[in-house]
C-alpha cells in the first residue's frame, strides 16, 4: 500500500482530518480551491496535530496542478461542502486521475452514500463508500463506514481495519439512512432536550447541569456541545432531516426554536465566532435567557435528585417518576423519547443495538449506550412505560414501540452480543481480523472483561496475565495513583515476575495510566509529623524505580492517558515502553512544590549524559520541562523530551496496547534482551552549568515571572540535572543522584508553601503559585 | 602629543539576526568585507598599516581565534600587517577606535585601522557555553541579571513610563526610515552567495534591516512585556540582535601629507566607567562628564550625538539626566530601529557620527553607551573638513 493519501477540501473537518492521517505518519495531499494554510491547524484547539512539525506531511495542492499525484494514493477522502453540485464538479474534477486501487470515500454528514455515488463513472463506484469521522476527528473515536451499493466487501473491510489500527478509529458499520446512526439519534436527543426544556420551563444552563457529567455524557453537556459544533452546523443536520425524513413519525419536530435561528442570524454562532448561546463577558460566562432574549448570568439549580444516576441509575429513576420536581419530569421525559425513537428506528439505522450504542459513545462521548442505559433501567418495565405513556398522549408522538422490543428481556446478551431486529438474533462483535489485537475490547451491556487468571494480590495491585509466563500489573487505587500500598504490592509483584515470570506489563484497565504518587497519603504523613515513614515512602519509591528498570525478566509499561509525575518516573524506568498516541506524560511534581524524586532527575541526567557531546544542552530542555510541570500533548511528544526511548512504539487504537505490549515482551524474552546494570556513574554538566541555569531562575524571580518558592524549587531541580557541585566532566555515582531527589524532597515537604500547594491541588485539582 | 585623524569610516548594513541576509553569513566575512572597503580607493596604504584593532563582544566560534588578525587577512592585508581583538562587550568597537587613536596620539604608530564586528545570528548573546561559578552567586549575583531585567531596573529606578518608551521607539523608526539616503555615503554593500540544495542564492544586501515602516504607537504599546510580567520594556522598546562590522582608518599629520589623504575627523578623548550592574544601563551618566571634562568641552558644544539604544528606558534616563538635547541625540535613529550588533555598534556609531559632521558641516560629535555588567563609555570627534 502506498503511503499516500488525498484529502479533498481543507475546511474544518477536511484540514483536522489531513492532520490525523499526519499524525499516522501517511504523505498527506490537501486539495483546495483556497490552498491549505498548515499554519490553521495550529489555532484548533484541542491541537490536531499531535507534533506540530508534523505539518510539514501536510502538502497543500489545486485541482489545477496536482491532480496527477492522486493516482499514487491508496485513499482519497472527499470532505468539500455539503451540496450535491459542488460535490459533483469535485468528483468529475479528480475522476481521470485515480489510480486503479484507490477508494474513495466521502465524508459527508448528510447526503445519501447512494446518491453520490450515483455522480461517480460506474467503474469507481464499487470502490466508493462514505467514512464519517466525528469533530475533532484526532479526540472522537467513532468513524461510520457506510458502504455504497457497489462497492466491494473486501475493500470495506480493508478500509475497516485501515481505520481501525492505523489511525485508531471504532468503526460502526451504518446504513445509508439521513444522518446515519450517531447524528440521528444524537441530535434527536438534542431536538428532545430542546422540546421538553421549553416545555417546563428549565432554563438552559439548568438543562447543562443534568444533561453533562451527571448522566456520563461529556461536561459541555447539550448547549456547550452546540456551541462547540457550532449553531449554523447543526442547524445544518437538522435540516437534513427536515428534509429527507418526511415520512418520520418524528418529522414535525425536525427545526430548531426560533430563538436559535435568531442567535444564527445574528452570528452567535458559537466557538467559531466567540459567542453563542454561551457567551464569554470579562471573567464571567453568560446563557442566553430564551424569555428575555438576551444572555445573562448563570443560576445552578439544585438537583440533589439526580445525584448517583450512574451508579444506581434504578432508583433514581424510582424517585424521579414520583417526583413533581420539573427536573424529575425533565429527565423522564427526555430519556423516554429518546429511548422510544430510538428503538422505533433500530432497524432502518443499524444491524443492531450495539452499533447504535457504539455510535453514540464513539461520537458523542456518553459513558453509557442508549441501549445500555436502557438495559440498566429495566427494559420490559421501560417498555411498559413507554406504552403506557405514549396512550396517555404523553409521548413526543403516538406511534408504537415496535413489536420486537416487547418479545426480549435485554437488548444484550451476557456476553455484550447486541440485538439485531430485522434477523430477530444477537448479534456478537466482528470476525475482522482487526479486532484480534483487541485483547480486552469494548464491553456493551453488562458483559466483562476477561480478568485473565490472578497470579498476586493485595490491597495495591493485581498482578495477572493472559498469555502464560507475561504478567500484567495493575494498580487498583483511583486514577491509579500511587501510594504506599501500590509500592509494596509493586515490590511483591515484581519479586514473584523474577521467579516466576519471563516478563511483567504495566498496564491499567482504565486511564489514566498514572496520576502520581498518592498526595494524600503523603499529606497524611506530613500532617501527622511522620517524616521517618515518609523517608521510607520516597525510598520505596526508587527503589520500585530500579527494580522496574534493572529487573532479570523485562519490563513494559503500556500507557495510555495521564502518566504523571511518579506515574512518569516508572515508564522512564521501565526497560520497554508502549505508549498510545494519546498519552499526556510529564514530571510535573513542581506543580505541588516538590521535585521528581522517584528516581525521575537522576534518569534525566543519565539521559544527558548517554547523549554525549555537549551534556549541559542536553539538559537544558529537560530542566524547562520539569521546571515549568509541562505535560506532553502525545505520545510523540512523549518520545521528543526524551521520557522514553526513541525507537519506543506509539499505537493508535488503545485497545490495541495491551496486545501490543505483550509482543513487545515477547520480542524481549526470544531476543534474551538483558537489563543494564546499574551502578554506572553519570557524566555531568557540573556546577558551571548549575550556575548558567540558576541564572536563568534568577532573571525569571527578577522579572516576576516566578516566586521565591519556585526559585527554591527549580533549584533543586537544578543541582540534581546537573550535578551541580562537581565540576563539569566529572562521573559522579547514581547514588548521589537519588541522595539529592530525596534529601531536597524532605526538604520541600517541610516547607509550609509546598504544604500548601499539595492541599490545593487535592481541594482544587490545580496548581497553586505562592 | 599628536592628532588622530579619521580619514576613512565605512560600515555593512546592519542585518536583522536570524531572519536577515547575513543570517549565514560568518563573522570573518563580515569583517573582511569591511577592512577591504575601506582601504579600497588608496591600496597604496596597505603595506604600512601598523596593526588592525577588532572590537567584538563574544569572541568565539565564528569570531573567536582573534579575529582581528583573521579578518585582516582575509581582507588581503599581508602577512606582516598584525591585529588583535578587544573586548568590553558593547563598547567593543568605540574601545578599539579609542584603542588605535591613542596609538597613533602617542606617536607609536603612523597609519593604523580600528573596528568592530559581530554576528548575533552565529553566537548568541551569552556565548555558546553560558557557565557560571558558584562564586558569582556567592559575592555579585548581580552579574548574571539579563540585559532586559537592568533595563526594567533603570525604568524603575528613573520612573520611565511605557509610554515614554514607546514614543522614543517609534521615532527611533521614523528617524531611521527617513535617513535611508544619507546612510548610503558610509554603507558598502554586500553581496553573499549562499549554497542551498536549490542551488546557489545571491543577494546583494545594501540598507539596513531594521527599520520597519509598519510599526504605530498602538502596535508598539500592544507588545507585551519581554522580560518582567508587569514591567515595561517589549521586543518593541528594546535594541534588535543584529548582525554588521564597521571599520575606520586612523592616521597622523605625517600620514596625511605623505599619502595626499583629506581627514575627515579627529579623535579627541574616550572615557569609560563603571556603574552598579543591576543598572547598567545608566552607564553614560558617568562617562559623558568625564569625556567632556578631558577634552575640556561643555555639553551644548556638542552637535551630534550618537547615544546607543540599548533599550528606550536606558536612552530616556541618561538623556534626561545627562540633561542631552533630544534633538541632536540619533537624529537619524538609533539601535531600536538600527539593531545594536554588540561589539560592532561602538565601531558604527563612530562611522555614521563622523560622516554626519562632514555631510551636516558639523563641528563636534560625541558616541556613547551602557555596557553590560554595568558600565557606561563615550568617545568624542571634531570634524576638521
Known sequence: MSQKVAILGSGVMGAQIAAHFANAQYEVYVFDINPLNPTLLSKINPAPLALPSFAASLIPCSYQQNLSILKECFLVVEAVSEK??????????????????????????????????????ETLRQRFCGVHFFNPPRYLPLVELIPSPWIAPFLLDELEGFLTSRLGKNVVRAFDTPNFIANRVGVFSILSILHHAEKLGIGLDVVDQITGSLLGRPKSATFRTMDVVGLDTLNHVVHTMDERLTSDPWHKYYHLSEWIQELIQKGFLGQKTGKGIYLKSGKEILIYDVAQ????????????ILEGFLSQPQKVWDECLKSKDPIALFLVATLRDLFHYTAFHLESIALNTRDVDAAIRGGFGWKLGIFELWQKLGWQKIAHFIEEERQKDKTMVKDPLPQWVLSIDQPYTATGAGYCPSQKIFIGASLHPVYKKQWIPEMFGSAKPD??????????????????????????SKMNVIGLEVLEGLMDALSYAESHLNAVILWQHQEPFSAGANLIQAMELVKQGKINEMERFVDLFQTVSLRLKHSSVPTVAAVSGLALGGGCEFVMHCQKAVLHLETYQGLVEVGVGILPAGGGCKELARRASDKGGDIFKNIQESFMNVSMAQVSKSAFEVRKWGYVKEETAIIFHPKELLYAAHMEAQALIATGKRPILPNSPITVS?????????????????????????????????MVLTGGEFPEGAQVPEKWFLQKEREFFLELLSTEKTQKRMEHMLSTGKPLRN | MQDAYIVNAVRTPIGKAHRGGFRNTSSTDLLAHVLESLVKSHPELIPSI????????????????????????????????????????????????AIAADRVRLGECDLIVAGGVESMSLIPMVGNHPRFSPLVFEKKPEIVLGMGITAENVAHKYNVSREDQDKFSLESHLKALAAKEEFKSEIVPMTINTRTPAGIQQVTISED??????????????????????????AGNS??????????????????????????????????AGVPPAIMGIGPILAIPKVLERTGLKLQDIDWIELNEAFASQSLAVIREVGLDPSKVNPLGGAIALGHPLGATGAIKTVTAVHALKRRQQRYAMVTMCIGVGMGAAGIFESVS
Not at chain 1, 432574549?293 to 440533589?304: G, L
Not at chain 2, 531594521?210 to 517589549?234: C, I, M, N, Y
Open chain 1, 84 to 121: 450535491m453540485d459542488v460535490k459533483n464538479q469535485v468528483y468529475q474534477n479528480i475522476s481521470p486521475y485515480l489510480g486503479p486501487q484507490t477508494i474513495i470515500a466521502s465524508n459527508t454528514s448528510g447526503l445519501s452514500i447512494t446518491d453520490l455515488g450515483q455522480l461517480l463513472p
Open chain 2, 50 to 97: 601598523e596593526d588592525v584593532i577588532v572590537g567584538c563582544a563574544m569572541p568565539e566560534g565564528e569570531q573567536g581565534m582573534n579575529i582581528g588578525r583573521i579578518g585582516s587577512l582575509l581582507a588581503g592585508y599581508p602577512d606582516h600587517v598584525p591585529g588583535f581583538t578587544v573586548n568590553r562587550l558593547c563598547s567593543s568597537g568605540l574601545q578599539a577606535v
Open chain 1, 293 to 304: 432574549k438576551t444572555h445573562r448570568a448563570q443560576v445552578p439549580a439544585s438537583t440533589a
Open chain 1, 686 to 718: 557540573g556546577e558551571g552549568a548549575y550556575g548558567a541555569v540558576k541564572a536563568q531562575i534568577l532573571n525569571m524571580k527578577e522579572g516576576g515571572f516566578i516566586s521565591e518558592h519556585d526559585v527554591k524549587i527549580a533549584s533543586a531541580v537544578a
Open chain 1, 451 to 476: 480478568t485473565g487468571h490472578t497470579l498476586r494480590e493485595n490491597a495495591g495491585v493485581k498482578l495477572w496475565c493472559l498469555q502464560e509466563g507475561i504478567g500484567i500489573i495493575s494498580f487498583k
Open chain 2, 209 to 234: 534591516e531594521g527599520p520597519r515602516k509598519d510599526s504605530t504607537l498602538e502596535s508598539l504599546s500592544q507588545l507585551k512585556p519581554a522580560f518582567s510580567l508587569k514591567g515595561s520594556v517589549t
Open chain 2, 239 to 272: 535594541s534588535q540582535m543584529s548582525d554588521g562590522a564597521a571599520a575606520v582608518l586612523i592616521c597622523n599629520e605625517k600620514t596625511l601629507k605623505k599619502y595626499n589623504l583629506t581627514p575627515m575627523a579627529r579623535f579627541l578623548g574616550f572615557s569609560i
